[in-house]
């Protein structure tokens, strides 16, 4: 982690949120620019090349996905952070699996959301409890072993494990204490979760979700 | 309809008392009648009583059935009197009335609207079936109606000898069904594009009322409260949980029912009574037995703890797993914990409301503390659930 502060791009269609976020990072991450649109993000994006961009899910006119898919043609290593109130499970995912390295809810304090941008900017995985919670339901269930890619389509026990401290609202280092291990590893576990949620053929992934009826 | 007398079976039985009482008068030779007749409206009679009696039958044509028996009926009774013009109008007659009942009862813009119960969200489907209903319903009553009166007049011989006005008369009637066709499709047209709109203003005024009633409601009441900041959170997190659960769109949640369901539930009424944020997820389902009642219970009581000693330390956390053969929940707080070899025997909460009530359910609860370190509380039931 280095000591010069992330530059972020704000990218949400609610002023008061986009003045809020930016209040909240005061001091902790440097803010290059606002974009209210997904017009305007694509343009603004590469030109302030920020190291992280945190993105409202939900956009008029195609929504963050769109802005992921536009902006990663121009520049393929940018990293999403997606932020938002409240969605149904089939969003959020849909918006991991268009490249974002992580999801938070808008409820996270300043701090917690500087240090989740400092993450993502260092090219880590960061899960929200929902969104641990989210990616445990997309995984659970059995699939017939012919249609399985272990690679991809399972979590491992210990990827479960973790997900499962995640969900439960532990830090990443109160989780290494817990089993042991380093807070590298427990890193290292989140991003393989986040591979396997966004290369997965896993069918229905987001489907699954919906059926379980998982929305908080 | 239901509060209006059915008079199908009414009018049938009045037409099977007219032509039985014909059978009697001619049965003691107070009137001479050709049988065929009679037996035919018996016959027709006696079939609209069975039709008439038959749960399933529709309103319309029950009644329609009984005002044509009814027509022979009275034409049978004057030919018997020696009113009488022709034979030859009996039947075309039946058919006009038959023809003629149903077009009334169609057009009665009232036994639409009580024929169907206001419904909200499965309105379109439903009232675009019985309009077709209506519409076929209603030419089959006009076909009726004008093919009694070509009977009419074949049967009385206006018709010989009259084939090329026939054929002028068919070709005309042909040609203005091709001029009024696009006037009547239009119209249609109208009539559907306004429904769909009627349905859209009805949408956004639900819409309108329910933010209304929930978010302007909530505004005006932080605004009044604003010297509390306790109260105004209070007010955001239940507005919050409520718009969420509203525009999720998976209709009202069913915590009697379901246990996800029902630990959001207990989640909330802890949150509200002690005024201490909870974040809850929840991970699979399943439907409410009695032993998961216990779990809910049990985790009820363990949010009640963490929020009596343990709000100071952040968020209490709430996770739930639920597969089908096992059903877990967490509760974690960052409070000031303790050291559960010290609680004191009557802390009944504790001993008997989270340990006690899961193990007389076959579960167990597992409650790990530090001073200094928060507390952890799991509750698990395990074995096929079903």
């Not at chain 2, 949010?303 to 343990?310: E, G, I, P, S, V």
Request: proline letters at 4%; glycine letters at 8%.
């Amino acid at each position: 982690m280095s000591n010069v502060p992330p530059r972020v791009v704000i990218v949400d269609d609610h002023a008061i949120f986009r003045s809020g976020v930016r209040a909240e990072l005061e001091g902790l991450v440097e803010v290059l620019a606002e974009a209210e649109t997904v017009a305007e993000a694509l343009q603004v994006i590469p030109e302030a090349q920020p190291d992280v961009v945190l993105l409202d899910v939900h956009m008029p006119g195609g929504g963050g996905v769109q802005v992921i898919r536009e902006v990663t043609k121009v520049r393929p290593d940018q990293r999403f952070l997606a932020l938002s109130v409240s969605d149904a499970a089939e969003d959020v995912i849909a918006i991991v699996r268009a490249g974002a390295r992580g999801y938070v809810t808008k409820t996270i304090t300043g701090e917690e959301l500087a240090d989740a941008v400092r993450r993502v900017k260092d090219g880590d995985a960061v899960f929200s409890p929902r969104l641990a919670g989210f990616v445990l339901d997309a995984f659970a269930g059995e699939l017939p072993a012919e249609a399985v890619d272990p690679e991809l389509d399972q979590l491992t026990t210990r990827e479960r494990e973790v997900l499962r401290y995640i969900a439960r609202g532990y830090l990443y280092k109160e989780i290494a204490h817990k089993l042991s291990i380093s807070a590298k590893t427990v890193e290292a576990h989140v991003s393989s979760v986040l591979r396997k949620l966004q290369l997965s053929n896993r069918h229905e992934l987001s489907r699954w979700a919906v059926r379980r009826r998982l929305v908080d | 309809m239901k509060a209006r007398v059915d008079t199908g079976p009414l009018i049938a039985g009045f037409a099977l008392v007219a032509t039985g009482a014909l059978l009697l008068a001619r049965e003691e030779g107070a009137v001479a009648l050709e049988g065929w007749w009679l037996a035919a409206a018996l016959l027709a009679a006696t079939c609209v009583v069975l039709v008439a009696s038959a749960s399933g039958a529709r309103g319309s044509w029950r009644i329609s059935t009984g005002i044509a028996l009814l027509a022979l009926s009275l034409l049978l009774v004057l030919r018997e009197l020696g009113i009488w013009w022709s034979d030859a109008l009996i039947w075309p007659v039946v058919l006009a009335a038959f023809g003629v009942a149903l077009l009334w009862r169609l057009t009665r813009p009232a036994a639409v609207d009580a024929a169907e119960p206001p419904a909200d969200g499965a309105r379109a489907a439903p009232s675009r079936r019985r309009d077709a209903r209506r519409a076929s319903l209603t030419s089959f009553g006009v076909a009726l109606v004008l093919g009694a009166a070509l009977l009419f007049l074949w049967a009385n011989g206006a018709l010989a000898g009259g084939g090329d006005v026939a054929l002028a008369a068919l070709v005309l009637g042909l040609a203005l069904a091709l001029v009024l066709a696009p006037v009547w499709w239009r119209l249609a047209g109208n009539l559907s594009r306004e429904r769909a709109e009627r349905i859209r203003s009805q949408e956004r005024a639900e819409m309108g009322a329910h933010l209304h009633d929930s978010v302007l409601q909530t505004l005006a009441m932080m605004r009044q409260r604003s010297g509390d900041p306790a109260d105004v959170e209070r007010l955001a997190r239940r507005q919050e949980r409520e718009l969420r659960a509203w525009l999720s769109g998976n209709g009202e949640p069913r915590p009697d029912e379901r246990l996800a369901d029902a630990l959001r539930a207990a989640a909330e009424q802890v949150e509200d009574s002690y005024q201490t944020p909870i974040e809850t997820v929840v991970v699979g389902d399943r439907p409410l037995d009695e032993r998961l009642e216990a779990l809910v219970a049990a985790t009820r009581e363990a949010l009640t703890n963490a929020a009596k000693f343990a709000a100071e330390g952040g968020p209490i956390r709430l996770y739930a797993e639920i597969d089908d053969d096992r059903a877990r929940a967490f509760v974690d707080d960052r409070g000031q914990g303790f050291d559960p070899t010290t609680v004191p025997e009557d802390r009944r909460g504790l001993r008997e409301s989270i340990v006690g009530r899961m193990e007389r359910h076959g579960g167990h609860a597992e409650i790990r503390s530090e001073p200094g370190a928060g507390t952890e509380v799991e509750l698990t039931l395990e074995g096929t659930l079903r």
